[in-house]
């Protein structure tokens, strides 16, 4: 069998260039994917980081263990790390020397916006070296890590948590690969920052463990070796880092994969469907059912082998290209690096393996039953599978089903996933693939519909008018209602180009709508909003300046974390604000279905209406602060649907060590309003802070969207949209050898080649229509799930329907389609009349 595999690849190697080039091009991608995301799954050890130079280091633990209702104790991640008790490190100060890490806020004017302050003893854990100058002494001296030498001696402006101040530069260091510090005198930065965030220790390490444990340490760590990178900031960043490259370039191997497996299917189909005579012969010549099939899959394992290291070597070349590309968008540093392990290129080639003998199997099962006699007539007359269109109807209805049951649930019972990205990318991978599925017993009757609409009309004009547009318009409707299997593989990556573009493009604009909606309804009352400028957080004397402009109510909301109880279920961590609760009601344009702003207080909290639990007011709720510090807090007011974006308001008391995140002002009644503007901007001038319209803030969260976004679409939508654009060429590349005697009896029936041709554009655009409408159906119901979580998620927003890029990928899969079906069927046309394209045809038969 597998000598006659090589013989017909050999011969009819034509009918297998489809296939091959669609699975190679699915292998490149998983194998060009699978190296970048194994790059991005952990942060490589660094010699140098914030604690090189330390052997043991003592931090608080970013865990806790709750207890819920089941008493059972679950560990759950703090967003805000607590400090270090002052008997804890006494404690460990008595097992040798110690140096106290006190960071906090500092930055330079102009300065990194993730530049940090430093008392100068914790230098030394850090390997940092001066380059010039002396250690800083008085409070008003510092030392900037990486600084130019020029800098000693000169007076510069910086900005911490308590406002601005001039500080003398006594000296400068190496510049070091994981942060920019500030250094101030140790003094200074204890007084700045009192909490004790970490402790090097240079005492054995089991004496310190036993002074932690002895001081009732419970939730502190001691590490030491290649785990004190867990200590450092700059390790957590390049993990996000990696988790922020690692989930779209998942979801894009995903959908390249899901992309591959109908792709390659229906192209396999295709191909043994046009060699049904070809398989007849062999049934006829005494060849077994199973030998048919041996012989097929063993086509499929040959294809499947030369395409999957095709593949490889695509990857080989591709995994630099997308770290380049990585590097050039700034979504990585220029340190990351991408190895191509083994392991990598054989699990892409596995992959396309398993892609090639999955695409294979229904299409041989189908071939080998087929009686020799009644293959012959099928090769003649297309004749549709009922056993096959009803897998396709059950299979296809029941993911749709499921698909719109997801999006219906995630409206009704958690519509912040609406808001994840990730998730509704899954969600529209389960909707696109089941509009897939449909669309080969849906594009047929779909064409039917769509035709008979014309044809109607031209009846009702002239009643002798059998249809609408003549012979041509007779000729290729009927050729694609004839032709389902072509029909069926050209609609197909046009079903997968549209509803992945619509699907995708369309939830995430969607969810970008939302946020810009639900920022211009926080600031519906507001005049004016203070937020920062190239700084992290707005400093105290920003608020205090604020605060103190004469004619206006300020509202400062100070953004934190909060974790809910939820019952015998882990807590979980929700965004929330700290804000003034005497300016809550008057400035804060929240609806609410029970309780009032007006009650929020030191022991109470607003939540909102898809809180854990739904409490209603007056009820009382468990939960931790940011820092684990747990709280049980009476609930003052529910929000009302639509108001979800920022799950609970607690009172400014609770705001930890956090910087304001935004300023809301309002202009009294009777006060000026220009007066009031220019006020403000002298208040924030030169404290990294700016006044800005509610209008502009808007616009500004569009921008930021948009560019957040953007990568992460052209990485999941770009490859796969080229993936099924090839197919589409593929697919009517290789129809044109079956298509060829079709042609000639057009020919022999009277028809011009200026008929025929036209025809074939036709039967094409029709093709391309029943597609296009049926991915505009899958991502009809994806927007329109997205739209229903995201409105009862911020309230009244847009649905955003992606029609640019829509008519744009339409226009160039209809533009592939004619160039892919007109130009062959132009070259088929050369030979002459239908006569000597037929005896063309009969001389390579034989």
């Known amino acids: ?47 140098r980081q914030r604690w090189s130079e330390a052997p043991v280091v003592v931090v608080p633990n970013s865990t806790i263990d709750v207890v819920g209702t089941s008493g059972q104790a679950q560990s759950t991640a703090l967003p805000q790390q607590p400090g270090l008790t002052p008997q804890l490190v006494a404690a460990v100060a008595a097992t040798g020397r110690v140096i106290e890490d006190h960071s906090f806020y500092a930055q330079l004017e102009g300065g990194p916006k993730d530049q940090v302050g430093r008392g100068w003893s914790a230098h030394e854990a850090g390997g940092y070296r001066l380059a010039g100058g002396r250690p800083p002494a008085a409070d008003d001296e510092l030392v900037v890590g990486g600084g130019d030498t020029a800098l000693i001696g000169k007076q510069l402006r910086l900005t911490t948590g308590t406002g601005p101040r001039t500080a003398t530069v006594t000296g400068v260091t190496d510049e070091v690969p994981f942060e920019h510090a500030l250094f101030f005198s140790d003094g200074a930065a204890a007084r700045l920052s009192p909490t004790v965030d970490a402790l090097a220790a240079y005492g054995p390490a089991d004496e310190v463990r036993k002074a932690v444990a002895a001081a009732g340490g419970a939730r502190v760590s001691v590490l030491t070796g290649s785990e004190r990178a867990v200590a450092d900031p700059h390790h957590l960043v390049l993990l996000a880092q990696m988790d922020s490259v690692d989930t779209p370039l998942g979801l894009a191997a995903g959908v390249a994969g899901f992309v591959a497996v109908f792709v390659v299917a229906g192209t396999f189909a295709l191909s043994i469907a046009q060699r049904r005579r070809e398989l007849a012969l062999l ?33 080989l070349a591709g995994a630099p290209l997308a770290r380049n590309w990585l590097v050039d968008q700034s979504i990585v540093t220029a340190d990351f690096t991408v190895p191509v392990p083994w392991w990598a290129l054989l699990s892409a080639a596995g992959i396309g393996m398993f ?5 294979v199997m229904v299409s041989s099962v189908r071939a080998g039953r087929v009686a020799p006699g009644e293959a012959l007539r099928d090769a003649a007359v297309e004749r549709s599978s009922r056993a096959g269109n009803l897998v396709r109807w059950v299979l296809g209805g029941l993911a749709l089903a499921a698909g719109v049951a997801a999006v219906s649930g995630t409206a009704a019972v958690q519509p912040e996933a609406g808001s994840n990205a990730a998730a509704s990318a899954s969600l529209c991978l389960l909707i696109v693939g089941a509009c897939v599925t449909l669309a080969g017993v849906v594009a047929g009757p779909l064409i039917r519909f769509l035709t008979a609409l014309p044809t109607a009309a031209a009846r009702r004009r002239d009643p002798d008018a059998e249809e609408a547009g003549g012979v041509v318009w007779t000729t290729a409707r009927q050729s694609a209602l004839t032709a389902f299997r072509r029909t069926a593989a050209t609609s197909t990556p046009v079903v997968i180009i549209i509803s992945l573009a619509g699907c995708l493009l369309g939830t995430i604009n969607t969810i970008n709508a939302a946020q810009v909606s639900n920022v211009r309804q926080q600031l519906s009352r507001s005049d004016f909003v203070v937020s920062p400028a190239g700084t992290p957080g707005l400093s105290r004397a920003v608020v205090q300046r604020v605060q103190s402009v004469p004619g206006v109510t300020t509202l400062v909301s100070t953004p934190t974390m909060l974790l809910a109880d939820r019952g015998p279920k882990p807590a979980v961590a929700r965004s929330a604000a700290a804000v003034d609760a005497a300016a809550m009601e008057s400035l804060s344009a929240l609806k609410v279905s029970e309780g009032s702003l007006s ?35 009476r609930v003052a007011a529910v929000l009302a649907p639509g108001n979800d974006s920022v799950r609970a308001y607690v009172d400014s008391a609770y705001a930890g060590s956090g910087l304001p995140g935004r300023i809301t002002v309002r202009v009294r009644d009777g006060a000026d309003r220009s007066a009031a503007a220019a006020a403000l901007e002298a208040a924030v001038h030169g404290l990294g802070a700016k006044v800005s ?97 995201l409105t009862r998620l911020v309230g009244e927003t847009p649905a955003m329907v992606p029609w640019v890029p829509l008519g744009e990928l339409l226009a160039v899969s209809a533009a592939i389609a004619l160039t892919a079906a007109v130009l062959p069927a132009a070259l088929a046309l050369r030979g002459g009349d239908g006569r000597s394209i037929l005896a063309g045809i009969s001389g390579e038969a034989g």
């Not at 091959?20 to 060009?32: E, H, I, N």
């Not at 892609?355 to 695409?359: E, F, K, N, R, Y």
């Not at 041709?757 to 049926?774: K, N, P, Q, S, Y």
């Open 693 to 789: 319209t509610p209008d502009e803030v808007s616009a500004a969260a569009t921008d930021a969207n948009t560019e957040s976004s953007r990568n992460g679409m052209l990485m999941i939508l770009g490859l796969s949209v080229l993936y099924a654009l090839l197919a589409l060429a593929n697919t009517l590349v290789m129809t044109v050898s079956d298509r060829r005697r079709e042609l000639a009896m057009l020919r022999l029936a009277g028809a011009t080649k200026g008929q025929v041709l036209r025809a074939v554009t036709v039967e094409t655009l029709m093709c391309v229509a029943a597609g296009a409408v049926i991915g505009a159906a899958a991502s009809a119901i994806s927007i329109t799930g997205s739209w229903a979580a």
């Open 283 to 315: 049934r006829l010549v005494g060849s077994t059912r199973r030998q048919l099939r041996r012989v097929i899959w063993c086509e499929a394992v040959l294809v499947g082998v030369l395409a999957s290291a095709a593949g490889a070597l695509m990857g």
């Open 355 to 359: 892609t090639a003998l999955a695409g």
């Open 599 to 633: 009650a929020l207080g030191p022991e109470s909290v607003v939540v909102s209406s898809i809180w854990p639990g739904s409490p209603h007011a007056g009820d009382t709720v468990k939960l931790w602060l940011a820092d684990g510090t747990p709280k049980e807090l």
């Open 1 to 47: 069998m597998l000598s006659v595999a090589f013989a017909t690849l050999r011969v009819r190697w034509v009918s297998f260039v489809g296939t091959f080039v669609a699975l190679a091009f699915g292998v490149g991608l998983m194998a060009t994917a699978i190296p970048v995301i194994a790059a991005t799954g952990s942060v490589v050890d660094s010699a």
